[in-house]
């Protein structure tokens, strides 16, 4: 049971380049997040899914896209990076969405440095 | 309105002493308050959390003290440990389309002397 994975751990990018961050999951979780991290903003959700097949906009949305295909995996994709992306990118699973009963589990994350 | 302030933003401990991380909140609609722990090249985890009809839960070492009329909450981490050292995010949950929303807070990095 490896719980929440995510691909790749490090990249760097050049500005305008595109690439795609992939999280998987084995616990059978209907809920999966994209958070991003920065120093001193603590983390904020960039999008979520309720299923498989769907997706919602979280807080800081833009300049990202995201697709649910599987129930497993929930992928990040950034069209054309910009520095602004900067950051520590973070994926989570949870069974349901109620926060209170149902513990949200996180990835080890990927840092990505856009040049 | 939506956000959780969380100081101090570093906080240095002797071992056994008394670490205290303090956040405060606005939006009276939140419904949950967990804390995360997160270790260096870690995800953050799941440490403790309580709700808001509740005034004080304590789990071992570690205990969340809520005031809701001051509209604050922290985490106390008794007989801190060098295996502590870590940094602590508070958040504060919403209810939000389908689910639940959290709000993090800055998150304070804690690091524990022996």
């Known amino acids: 049971n490896a719980g929440v994975t995510q691909t790749p751990k490090f990249r760097v990018l050049k500005t305008g380049q595109s690439m795609t961050l992939l999280c998987a999951q084995d616990m059978n979780h209907e809920y999966m997040y994209w958070y991003r991290q920065d120093p001193g903003m603590g983390l904020r959700l960039i999008h979520y899914s309720v299923g498989e097949g769907t997706t919602a906009k979280g807080e800081v949305p833009d300049g990202y896209n995201v697709s649910r295909l599987k129930k497993q995996n929930f992928l990040l994709g950034l069209e054309s990076a910009a520095p602004s992306q900067t950051s520590v990118y973070f994926c989570?699973?949870?069974?349901?969405?109620?926060?209170?009963?149902?513990?949200?589990?996180f990835g080890p994350g990927t840092r990505l440095t856009v040049l | 309105q939506q956000q959780v302030k969380q100081s101090p933003q570093s906080l240095i401990v002797q071992k056994g002493g008394i670490s205290i991380i303090n956040c405060a909140y606005e939006n009276t609609a939140f419904d949950y308050f967990p804390w995360y722990q997160q270790f260096p090249g870690k995800g953050p985890a799941l440490l403790i959390a309580i709700r808001p009809d509740v005034s004080e839960k304590k789990e071992g070492r570690f205990t969340i003290s809520f005031n809701k009329s001051a509209k604050q909450f922290s985490l106390h981490i008794m007989d801190s440990q060098p295996g502590d050292s870590a940094t602590y995010f508070c958040?504060?949950?919403?209810?939000?389309?389908?689910?639940?929303?959290?709000?993090f807070g800055q998150g304070t990095e804690l690091s524990v002397k022996p």
């Open positions: 989570a699973s949870s069974y349901s969405g109620e926060i209170s009963t149902d513990t949200q589990y």
């Open positions: 958040a504060a949950s919403i209810r939000y389309n389908q689910g639940g929303k959290l709000i």
